[in-house]
């Protein structure tokens, strides 16, 4: 449990270096994610830590900001939810979130990984809960990234995110009252160190291969396939990539071909 503590900090650690370096305007500058700013990815990921906080050490509190939260959502929708819950904007919003992450993570890596806790979706173990905290920042942390021009140091620690995107294929048929496919597809991706990571069984019919970093990119909706290098073949391959979700809530549509990408400063 210690070592998936210590990936999500340094998630978090990665992000905060390219935050320190914008303007207070910056942070209000539309990025590719549903016209997202730098301070509504950060509202939502500084929330969202909050809440799997609670929902490991105290079920009830953590129960009424889910309630209330919901409340508000459905009256004036989720970035004014989130909002209203997380006041800070800007360089005292990036000081907030970073302290709570640190703190947090002293006390998570002591966690029981296999604790059940509950969520906005299925009920899921302690483990996968910090898991799916690192692949948040890791995803919303990419607009971010993306609307700055920077490029990120990936490490293998996306196989936490790998692992999540693997045990979540039945889900992404699930939530959208589709039967997955069985077998589920065998994998073969490369890790950022050049290590082989497989997963699923050896002997189905279909596979993708490819880039560790492009099959997060895909599960996490933060690309498009068609933006990858994944070589994906057969039904049960092609039907997960065209709609992978590795995150939980309401079916999600993935980003049209080129519609999520890097800047490009001109010259």
Same mark, same amino acid.
Not at 55 to 63: K, W
Not at 110 to 133: E, H, I, Q, Y
């Given at each position: ?57 105290? =079920? ?16 004036? %929708? ?11 904007? %800007?360089?005292?919003?990036?000081? !907030? ?7 947090? #993570? ?44 920077? #490029? ?11 692992? !999540? ?23 073969? !991706?490369?890790?950022?160190? %050049? ?13 993708? +291969? %490819? ?17 990858? +290098?994944? =070589? ?36």
């Amino acid at each position: 449990m210690r070592q998936n503590a210590d990936d999500f900090l340094a998630e978090c650690e990665s992000l905060a270096d390219v935050l320190a370096g914008l303007s207070r305007a910056d942070w209000d500058k539309p990025t590719l994610f549903k016209n997202w700013t730098a301070n509504d990815v950060m509202v939502h990921l500084h929330f969202w830590n909050i809440a799997a906080d609670l929902s490991a050490s105290d =079920e009830a509190a953590f129960q009424r900001l889910y309630n209330a939260v919901s409340a508000e959502v459905k009256t004036a %929708g989720r970035r004014a939810a989130e909002g209203s819950q997380v006041t800070e904007r %800007g360089p005292e919003l990036l000081a !907030l979130w970073r302290d709570y992450a640190r703190d947090m #993570v002293a006390r998570w890596g002591d966690f029981d990984p296999k604790k059940r806790v509950k969520w906005a979706g299925p009920d899921m173990s302690v483990r996968s809960s910090l898991t799916a905290r690192q692949m948040e920042t890791w995803a919303h942390g990419l607009a971010i990234f993306d609307a700055v021009g920077a #490029v990120r140091e990936e490490t293998d620690r996306l196989r936490n995110i790998v692992v !999540l995107g693997v045990n979540t294929y039945g889900w992404t048929f699930q939530v959208r009252d589709l039967p997955a496919r069985d077998p589920m597809p065998r994998l073969s !991706l490369t890790a950022p160190s %050049g290590a082989l990571w497989a997963f699923g069984p050896a002997e189905s019919p279909a596979t993708i +291969t %490819g880039s560790a970093v492009d099959f997060c990119y895909v599960v996490t909706q933060t690309r498009s396939y068609l933006d990858t +290098t994944l =070589e994906i073949s057969g039904a049960a391959a092609a039907q997960w990539m065209q709609q992978a979700q590795c995150f939980a809530g309401p079916p999600e549509t993935p980003p049209a071909k080129g519609a999520r990408h890097r800047h490009q400063p001109t010259a």
